[in-house]
């Protein structure tokens, strides 16, 4: 099963608006990581939150993390016709021998001129 | 720049075929990991590698294996093709966080 399941499963903005996507979790972490995907690439990390930190900035990326709620949000302000793209949490279970990382479904962000 | 490159982005092959797809990273990252991307279900891990020829098994290594022959190189093998292992199949490389992803091979088993 999966251990993040984000919310909501498509979004479509206009340029300029601001886009929140959800990812909540099962079982607890050591961090919390979200990727991008553009159609038909791999995928790019965008930014860490350790399970102590509550929120992160990264330009126009926020994060936050509830880990009593087990649930994070991304939020991309200011969005841009380049922001179109799949988003993925991915929550990081570290089993001695490599960090592993486990996804959820992604949220597909469509943002129109 | 990491680079994680995937040998081939689009790929067909027949049922009860063997079929390799390959993995090269420049970063010598320790490890390196196989997902399979379906609609719906996100990346599931197939098999990872923590150092050369050491291997683990992912979440659905049922009818895959791999090879770590060398420390750049991670190869992932279906030993007998079947029509639902057409997928898109992402190859990563990491130190430790996070991982580098190659742009992906689309596989189609006819």
């Known amino acids: 099963s999966q251990q993040g399941e984000e919310d909501p499963q498509a979004l479509s903005i206009q340029e300029g608006e601001n886009a929140t996507m959800n990812c909540s979790y099962k079982t607890s972490i050591n961090n919390l990581q979200w990727y991008r995907q553009n159609s038909g690439r791999g995928l790019v990390h965008l930014i860490l939150?350790?399970?102590?930190?509550r929120e992160k900035h990264s330009g126009r990326l926020r994060v936050t993390l509830d880990t009593s709620k087990k649930s994070s949000s991304l939020l991309i302000t200011a969005s841009r016709a380049a922001d179109t793209a799949s988003y993925f949490c991915a929550t990081v279970r570290n089993t001695g021998t490599a960090s592993k990382l486990t996804f959820g479904t992604g949220t597909r962000l469509q943002v129109t001129l | 720049d990491v680079k994680v490159t995937q040998s081939s982005r689009y790929l067909v092959k027949r049922t009860g075929e063997k079929v390799f797809l390959e993995c090269v990273q420049d970063m010598d990252h320790e490890n390196m990991f196989w997902y399979r991307q379906d609609p719906g279900l996100g990346l599931r891990l197939i098999y990872f590698?923590?150092?050369?020829?050491?291997?683990e098994k992912g979440d659905i290594p049922e009818g895959y294996s791999v090879s770590r022959e060398k420390k750049e190189r991670f190869s992932l093998i279906l030993e007998s093709a079947s029509t639902n292992q057409t997928s898109m199949y992402l190859c990563a490389s990491s130190f430790a966080q996070p991982q580098h992803f190659g742009d992906g091979t689309r596989l189609s088993i006819l």
């Open positions: 939150i350790r399970s102590n930190e």
């Open positions: 590698s923590y150092d050369v020829k050491m291997k």
